[in-house]
């Protein structure tokens, strides 16, 4: 779970690295112009439903750290709670911008780190429901596989809309979606975890999604697995999913 702290966690670890290679492989793959439609629109339906939902559960690092979490998500703004032993973490992210608190010291996020950050089980469907925008780019890599389940893979990308340029918003932007060919639910997605103090140090982030469950109508995976540059980083265990309860928006400041 991408609570904010976790930058710092992986810098410790010493897992950052400068990923030009990986970005000029992944420019150099071959694409398909015929996206699976009907994925993007199943996609694309849910978040219009989802006007509010929280989120409870545990989260354990791969260091055996383990604590309690709440999410709680109103549109595009978040608020995360991790409760940990040794600390405790809060972030909120609205209209782009945000913040974390580690025990009671407040640190603003920097803009190449909000921009895009979203809770992991509604993440790809808030972006893929983005992909109608005009400055969307969406790219249909094509069949894979993903731990035997065929998925089709999508990468979702944004042209700026102010003066960042073009290739700094892709980079910010890029989002890897593996949908099960046959339900349509989400298997995999890849993004990227990245410095605060630059955009071009950044890790891969393998999330995986399984155990899921209907809540109010919609699939939630209650089982999120990730790994951070191909090792293990944390495993999410969801205990309750309520959606459309009526949030205020005090709640995210």
Same mark, same amino acid.
């Given at each position: 779970?991408?609570?904010?702290?976790?930058?710092?966690?992986?810098?410790?670890?010493?897992?950052?690295?400068?990923?030009?290679?990986?970005?000029?492989?992944?420019?150099?793959?071959?694409?398909?112009?015929?996206?699976?439609?009907?994925?993007?629109?199943?996609?694309?339906?849910?978040?219009?439903?989802?006007?509010?939902?929280?989120?409870?559960?545990?989260?354990?690092?791969?260091?055996?750290?383990?604590?309690?979490?709440?999410?709680?998500?109103?549109?595009?703004?978040?608020?995360?709670?991790?409760? *940990?032993?040794?600390? !405790? =973490?809060?972030? %909120?992210?609205?209209?782009?911008?945000?913040?974390?608190? $580690?025990?009671?010291?407040? @640190?603003?996020?920097?803009?190449?780190?909000?921009?895009?950050?979203?809770?992991?089980?509604?993440?790809?469907?808030?972006?893929?429901?983005?992909?109608?925008?005009?400055?969307?780019?969406?790219?249909?890599?094509?069949?894979?596989?993903?731990?035997?389940?065929?998925?089709?893979?999508?990468?979702?990308?944004?042209?700026?809309?102010?003066?960042?340029?073009?290739?700094?918003?892709?980079?910010?932007?890029?989002?890897?979606?593996? *949908?099960?060919?046959? !339900? =349509?639910?989400? %298997?995999?997605?890849?993004?990227?975890?990245?410095?605060? $103090?630059?955009?071009?140090? @950044?890790?891969?982030?393998?999330?995986?999604?399984?155990?899921?469950?209907?809540?109010?109508?919609?699939?939630?995976?209650?089982?999120?697995?990730?790994?951070?540059?191909?090792?293990?980083?944390?495993?999410?265990?969801?205990?309750?999913?309520?959606?459309?309860?009526?949030?205020?928006?005090?709640?995210?400041?």
């Amino acid at each position: 779970m991408r609570f904010f702290d976790s930058c710092d966690h992986i810098n410790q670890s010493n897992h950052f690295w400068t990923n030009a290679n990986q970005r000029r492989n992944f420019r150099q793959r071959p694409s398909c112009n015929n996206p699976p439609r009907s994925g993007l629109g199943h996609v694309g339906a849910v978040p219009g439903f989802i006007q509010d939902s929280v989120t409870t559960g545990t989260l354990t690092y791969s260091d055996g750290s383990a604590g309690n979490f709440k999410i709680e998500t109103k549109g595009s703004s978040v608020r995360q709670q991790l409760d *940990l032993p040794d600390k !405790s =973490l809060v972030s %909120v992210v609205k209209g782009g911008q945000g913040y974390v608190q $580690v025990n009671g010291t407040r @640190r603003t996020l920097p803009p190449h780190i909000a921009k895009y950050s979203g809770p992991y089980y509604l993440s790809a469907l808030l972006r893929m429901t983005n992909s109608a925008q005009a400055n969307a780019q969406v790219r249909y890599i094509g069949k894979d596989t993903v731990n035997g389940i065929s998925v089709h893979h999508i990468v979702l990308t944004f042209l700026p809309t102010d003066a960042t340029p073009v290739d700094a918003e892709a980079l910010i932007s890029e989002f890897h979606v593996f *949908l099960d060919a046959q !339900s =349509l639910t989400l %298997v995999k997605t890849q993004s990227f975890h990245f410095s605060p $103090v630059a955009i071009e140090n @950044r890790s891969i982030c393998d999330t995986y999604f399984t155990d899921y469950r209907k809540v109010q109508g919609v699939m939630i995976p209650f089982h999120i697995t990730e790994q951070v540059a191909g090792q293990p980083y944390s495993e999410i265990v969801v205990s309750d999913v309520a959606l459309n309860s009526g949030l205020s928006d005090a709640d995210f400041q």
